[in-house]
């Protein structure tokens, strides 16, 4: 009787040799905060109230109305870059209608609160889309839609792609899925009020999801 | 103009060879012979359609220039073929004989770096102009990385 070789097996990848997710890592370790440049006297004051002796009553119930307001008309400025729009498109349309959350695709990011990276970033296209989330003015928010934007997905391995949108703008939420149905476009969407129904201050980022983290 | 025409014009250059086998027509061209053969082709064979211009990197024999002509009218396809050789990577432009070339040869020199000859603008067009390397290249590693964004 003829015994055949064993199949080779593609051994499992070891977190070690997967030389891109190291460099990732010292990425994040060196990125500096970015937060608002601006609200540093109006973070003084209000830590001032805080600290205050019954003071927190007043900023706890400001925070709750000013996070109310901000997420419920949260925009999202409007910007398509590969497949994943499409779907995006069919989310901000009138059959699953973002516009009762309170959400209008706006077409300026200086009015907008949130970008949604929708689709591959190339690495011609992201100091592009850099600009882009720097015009928008705080608070601001990014929401990374598809395995594209995730991580790199199919052309993670190519040669120019960026390897996950996070390497050039922090981002708050990742909606996976290739490209993602607008039905989880909307949880994400709805993910991402609850992180900033939890936002406390500009530049820091929110607690953490207990339903996704 | 027919297919068996065409062979039989072409086979009547020297040092061109012609491939045997079924349409389209398979020439293979001395890369320095480029130019006027191409001229020839759209001339003579009246191949006006220039469909592709694109490379092979065969690793240690060098690079190979491949064009695909077509004649509309009567159904006649030319392939041009020609191997540059061991570590050469130039090449005779065709961009003076087709102008659709002219885009082509750019994208093939963005992503091989080979450099056409008389072509009249030979800058990338895809990558960005500070791009180093040529990824389509075989010796090209996959993970270069491209600071900041890699």
Known sequence: MEIKPPVPQIPAPVWKDIKDLQEWQELHKSRPATGDKHSSLFEQVTDGIHAFPGGFAVTTVADNFLNWARKSSVWPVSFGLACCAIEMMATFASRFDVERLGMVPWASPRHSDLMIVSGTVTIKMAPMLQRIYDQMPDPKWALSMGSCANSGGPFRHGYHVVKGVDRVIPVDVYVPGCPPPPESLLNGLLLLQEQISTFRRTGRRAAPNEKVD | ?150
């Open chain 2, 1 to 150: 103009m027919t297919y068996d025409r065409a062979r039989e014009l072409l086979s009547q250059i020297t040092g061109v060879t012609v491939a045997d086998g079924a349409p389209p027509l398979t020439v293979q061209v001395p890369a320095e012979q480029l130019a006027a053969v191409a001229a020839f082709i759209k001339e003579t064979i009246g191949c006006g359609f220039f469909a592709f211009l694109t490379a092979i990197d065969l690793k240690a024999d060098g690079l190979e220039v491949v064009a695909f002509v077509d004649n509309l009218e009567d159904g006649v396809s030319v392939v041009l073929r020609a191997k540059l050789g061991a570590g050469n990577t130039s090449c005779p432009s065709l961009a003076a004989v087709y102008r659709g070339a002219n885009w082509m040869e750019r994208e093939c020199y963005d992503m091989f770096g080979i450099r056409f000859e008389g072509h009249p603008d030979l800058r990338r067009i895809l990558l960005a102009d500070d791009w180093e390397g040529h990824p389509l290249l075989k010796s090209y590693a996959v993970d270069t990385p491209h600071p900041p964004f890699r």
